[in-house]
C-alpha cells in the first residue's frame, strides 16, 4: 500500500492511509454482484490475535451461502445478520505473513509464515485467533496452504474422528474431485484404506493421481448398483438417495451426509439430514453428522502430512482479488475441480 505524496497544496489526490487495505466488500445479501473491490480500514485485533498480510485465501461453499444469506433460518445466527452479514468481507481461509500480533500472543512473530482461520480472507489483511493458526508447511506454496483449513479440517475430521478409519477398511468418497474430496482421499489412502472416489468423466484422472484405488465416473456408473460395499461413505454431493446409500453400506459402516445446495432456501439441507436421522435410528448403520471444529491442533496435523509427502492441495483455479466475484460463481456451480484460491 503506498501513500500518495502531494505536490502541490491544491493537487486532487487520494491519500491512502496506512492503516487501510483493500478488501472485498459487502453491504447486502445477494449474488457475487454485491462483492465490491474497496478501501477500507485494516482490521483491528485484540490481545490473542494475530494481523496476518494476506498472500492467499481459498473460497469455501459456505462463503457463498453467507454471502447469499442461505439458508434463511441461518440469518439470526452469529456467522449471518439479519440483513447483511456481520463482517462484510468474506473468506475464512487464509495464508501470509504475520504483520502484528495481540499483547498476549505466544506463538507467532512478525515475519512468520502462517495459514489457518481468519475473519475475512478476501482482503490484504485479515485478524485471527493465534489459536486458530498454525505455521505454513515449508514445502508448498501460500496458494496451497490457503487450500488447507476448511476442506483439509472437514476431511480429517470425518473420516478420523467420525469414521475411525482402519487400514484396509473400504471407504467411498462421492464427489472425490472437489474441495474436500481431493483432501479426503488422500487422507483415507494415509490411514491405509482402500480408496473409491466417484467423480466426473473430466475428473477421472486427477481423482486416480491423488492414490484413489478405484474411481467411478458418475456419468456412466452408478456405484449404488455395482454390488460393493463401504465401510464408510463421505457424500459431498448429497445427490444420491439415502435408502441407495444404506443399500451399498456394510452392516456396521457409517455415512457422513456431508453435502447438500441451497434449492431449499429456507433450511438448506436440514430436510435431508432430519429424514437420514430418522432412518438410521432403524438400522445398525451409523450416521456421522457434523460441522468442522476450527481446531489448532488440526492445522498442525495437516502441516504434518504435507510434510511428510501424504498430503498435497490441488488447486484448480487462481483468480486475483479483483476477480473474488467470479471465484465465488465457479464455486458456486458445485462442479470445482481441486480447491479454489484468491492469491492477492
Ligand atoms: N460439514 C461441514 O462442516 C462442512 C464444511 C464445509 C463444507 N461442507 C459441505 O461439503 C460439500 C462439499 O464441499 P466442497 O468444498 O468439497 O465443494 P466443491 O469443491 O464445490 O466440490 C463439490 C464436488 O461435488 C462433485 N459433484 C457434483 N455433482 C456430483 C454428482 N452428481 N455426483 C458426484 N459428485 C458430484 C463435484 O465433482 P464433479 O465436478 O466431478 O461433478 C465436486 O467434486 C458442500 O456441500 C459444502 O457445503 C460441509
Known amino acids: 500500500m503506498h501513500a500518495t505524496t502531494l505536490e502541490t497544496p491544491t493537487a486532487p489526490t487520494t491519500v491512502l492511509a496506512a492503516d487501510t487495505m483493500k478488501a472485498i466488500v459487502q453491504d447486502r445479501y445477494g449474488s457475487s454482484e454485491v462483492l465490491e473491490l474497496r478501501n477500507v480500514d485494516k482490521p483491528a485485533i485484540g490481545d490473542h490475535d494475530v494481523l496476518v498480510r494476506v498472500c492467499a485465501a481459498a473460497v469455501n461453499p459456505g462463503d ?11 440469518r439470526p445466527a452469529a456467522l ?30 512478525p515475519g512468520d509464515e502462517v495459514f489457518g482461520w481468519c475473519r ?3 482482503a490484504e489483511y485479515a ?34 474422528d467420525h469414521g475411525k478409519v482402519q487400514a484396509g477398511q473400504r471407504i467411498l468418497i462421492n464427489g472425490a474431485s472437489g474441495g474436500i474430496g481431493t483432501f479426503a482421499v488422500q487422507i483415507a489412502k494415509s490411514l491405509g484404506a482402500d480408496v473409491t472416489g466417484v467423480c466426473s468423466t473430466p475428473n477421472v484422472d486427477l481423482v486416480r493421481s491423488i492414490g484413489a484405488d478405484h474411481v ?9 448398483r455395482q454390488g460393493e460395499h463401504y465401510d464408510f461413505i463421505l457424500d459431498n454431493a448429497a445427490n444420491t438417495p439415502l435408502s441407495s446409500l444404506r443399500r451399498v453400506l456394510t452392516p456396521a459402516g457409517m455415512l457422513v451426509p456431508n453435502g447438500g445446495g441451497f434449492a431449499n432456501r429456507w433450511f438448506a439441507s436440514a430436510g435431508r439430514l432430519m429424514s437420514a436421522m430418522v432412518s438410521f435410528r432403524f438400522v445398525s448403520q451409523r450416521l456421522g453428522r457434523f460441522l468442522v471444529a476450527k481446531k489448532h491442533e488440526d492445522l498442525t496435523i495437516l502441516k504434518d502430512l504435507v510434510e511428510a509427502g501424504e498430503l498435497t492441495p490441488v488447486i484448480g483455479r487462481t483468480y486475483p482479488l479483483d476477480e473474488t466475484p467470479q471465484a465465488m460463481d465457479y464455486v458456486a456451480t458445485g462442479h470445482a475441480r481441486g480447491k479454489v484460491v484468491i492469491s492477492v
Open 127 to 160: 485478524s485471527a485467533s493465534e489459536y486458530g493458526l498454525a505455521l505454513k508447511p515449508s514445502n508448498i506454496s501460500f496458494e496451497q496452504a490457503a487450500a488447507l483449513p476448511m476442506a483439509g479440517s472437514v476431511a480429517l475430521q470425518a473420516l478420523r
Open 216 to 224: 467411478i465416473d458418475y456419468a456412466h456408473e452408478d456405484f449404488t
Open 120 to 122: 475475512g480472507a478476501f
Open 80 to 109: 449471518y445478520g439479519l440483513r447483511r452479514p456481520k463482517n462484510p468481507i468474506r473468506g475464512t481461509d487464509v495464508a501470509g505473513h504475520v504483520e502484528a500480533v495481540g499483547a498476549g500472543v505466544t506463538r507467532f512473530r
Open 64 to 74: 457463498s451461502a453467507i454471502m447469499s444469506g442461505l439458508p434463511y433460518i441461518a
